[in-house]
């Protein structure tokens, strides 16, 4: 007999409204007011087990508990993941679609990406410097660039059109109407365009850096032998470049920062590679990018009184765990140094996911993410002076992505 009468349940047919309404607190809230890090509400007319907290995280990733087959809404793989990739993968399948991704992040091309950020930001500036500077659109050109060379795609598109079709990918991910659909229609023009560079590798009549992921996943073969359709092999490369370019909102957030807490920026001062660290890692923490994160349970069991059921949706909320005072002291304050006290665990700081690499669903672009934006705060701190108009800086808690209202906007770039 299924017994969960100890999981607080939030009353009513369907919560996903308040959802919406209160974005990235909603898990939090409930929290407060069930007293309990586990609840239960009704997300898009289904059951949905929420859980916030570093226990809690600890049991999301426990492989042997929940899986991700099925987890994602379905409009959500159409626009931001694809079909068939990585993230909808178990067990043993799942492994071994991994490795290849982290076999990328080596330090030797991780280095790369470095130094092409800071490549592409000079390019950037030096085609900039009268006008006013958008920090959010130059940083999505500058990463589509990054990506495009680091995964060894050869450019042939127009460069605006390409970034343009990228963005759409993650900004619209989770919109409704028009703009999903829009949405859609980049994945698929994106997708085809990248399908037709995997059968010209494969057929040799394309060659490229053996070395990069185009042509890794291209030749990559599945635990059967079997290449990948050329389908999926387009949705893993698009795993890598659309994240990539993401990644422009945590720079916006990382300018907004280096504006906002002065303080702060005086001790990056020396391009110290621990404080850009600290610093990063804040940003990381205090911003609002991922609310959560979700996987289905895998077979029925019991945990601390609580019964979980074979097949319920489940939430693990991020941004809650990273602003959760039994964690963070003055969670709702900006402060890098208080890194420099932070063990490592796996499962309290979770803003690209918690657990293992290799053998969970945690972020493969992790490392990759704190290298491009170590790069960036200390090129806009120590190489660049400009100056800083008034604007708009507020940003929403229920929009995904979040971001400052004016997207920061630079004037008088000079190079120090
Ligand atoms: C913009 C910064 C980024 C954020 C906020 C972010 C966030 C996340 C989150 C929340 C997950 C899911 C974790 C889970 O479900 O347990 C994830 C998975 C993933 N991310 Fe990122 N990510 C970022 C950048 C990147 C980059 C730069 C790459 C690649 C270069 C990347 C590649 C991936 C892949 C391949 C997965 C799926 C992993 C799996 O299912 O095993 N991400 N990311």
Redesign the pocket.
Known sequence: MVNNQNMPKEKGLDHTISLLKEGYNYIYNRKDKYHSRVFQTRIMGEKANCLIGTKEAELF?DNNKFI?KGAAPSRIQKTLFGEGG??GLDGEK?HHR?AV?MSFMTKEMLSEVKELTEMEWERAITRNQTEEFNVYEEAKRVLTNVAMRWVGIPMQEDERELTDELDDLFEDASAIGLKHWKARMSRSKTEDWIKQLVLDIRNGKLTVDQRRPLYQFSMHRDLDGQLLEPEIVSVEVL??IR??V??S??VDFTILASIQFPKEVEKLQQGNDKQLQFFIQEVRRFYP??PF?VARVKKGFEWNGYTFEEGTLTLLD?YGTNHDPEIWKEPDHFLPDRFKEWNGNPFDFI?????EFDI???????W??IDILKVTLNYFVNKISYEVPQQDFTYSMNDIPSLPASRVILENIRRK
């Open positions: 990733y991700r990585v993230q799942h991994k991704f795993n890598l994240p990539i993401a990644v909102v945590y990018f991922f994160t991020l803003p690209q996911g918690g657990g969970g669903h945690r972020c493969a672009g992790e990759m993410t």
